[in-house]
T-cell receptor, first 114, second 114 residues
Framework: KNQVEQSPQSLIILEGKNCTLQ??????????LRWYKQDTGRGPVSLTI?????NTKSNGRYTATLDADTKQSSLHITASQLSDSASYIC?????????????FGRGTQLTVWP | EADIYQTPRYLVIGTGKKITLECSQT?????MYWYQQDPGMELHLIHY???????EKGDLSSESTVSRIRTEHFPLTLESARPSHTSQYLC?????????????FGAGSRLTVL
């Protein structure tokens, strides 16, 4: 069964600290993996997208890694800011169709305290 | 500015009412989607469209219906709302970035049925 599991479910850190969010998936055949940031009451916004051949990609203070062999990805946030408080969603696409079916994780709820 | 718009953002209605959630995008995307999201849960695809006059049901069974008469417009309708329809509804459209199908989400419509 194709699944996307994220951990931790929630995380609280102090402003300025770093953190790492995890995503494990069983989706096959794998096409790409995306990380989205969803602010409360808003739609998700894309942070990074990685294909099979990419093992790291950065977007400002956000760095995503991908290990396609172990089917794991992580999102590292450096020098956290209050505005980083949001839900971070891991989404994996398969290659089963031209469109590519998307499998969503439940997200990690990050809270950054001052 | 290219974007995707959803209205209303918040709607509280009584049981049995007919409602239409509007979604419009100005990016010229052919593919559009409706997702349903409950708190702390993953997004579930309820409808999608590959272009004008093309609509398909998604993974999650829904009593809602959609139409795609114009490329930029993808409204969702509930003929008779019930409390079980209370949820957040997210509209998205997709283009292709680096060969991957990347979703752009609207801000969402939060529906509460009393």
């Amino acid at each position: 069964k194709n699944q996307v599991e994220q951990s931790p479910q929630s995380l609280i850190i102090l402003e300025g600290k770093n953190c790492t969010l995890q995503c494990n998936y069983t989706v096959s055949p794998f096409s790409n993996l995306r990380w989205y940031k969803q602010d409360t009451g808003r739609g998700p916004v894309s942070l990074t997208i990685m294909t099979f051949s990419e093992n790291t990609k950065s977007n400002g203070r956000y760095t995503a890694t991908l290990d396609a062999d172990t089917k794991q990805s992580s999102l590292h946030i450096t020098a956290s800011q209050l505005s980083d408080s949001a839900s971070y969603i891991c989404v994996v696409s398969d290659r089963g169709s031209t469109l590519g079916r998307l499998y969503f994780g439940r997200g990690t709820q990050l809270t950054v305290w001052p | 500015e290219a974007d995707i718009y959803q209205t209303p953002r918040y709607l509280v209605i009584g049981t049995g009412k007919k409602i239409t959630l509007e979604c419009s995008q100005t990016m010229g995307h052919d593919k559009m989607y409706w997702y349903q999201q409950d708190p702390g849960m993953e997004l579930h695809l309820i409808h999608y469209s590959y272009g004008v006059n093309s609509t398909e049901k998604g993974d999650l069974s829904s009593e809602s219906t959609v139409s795609r008469i114009r490329t930029e417009h993808f409204p969702l309708t509930l003929e008779s709302a019930r409390p079980s329809h209370t949820s957040q509804y997210l509209c998205a459209s997709s283009g292709t970035t680096s060969g991957a199908n990347v979703l752009t989400f609207g801000a969402g419509s939060r529906l509460t049925v009393l």
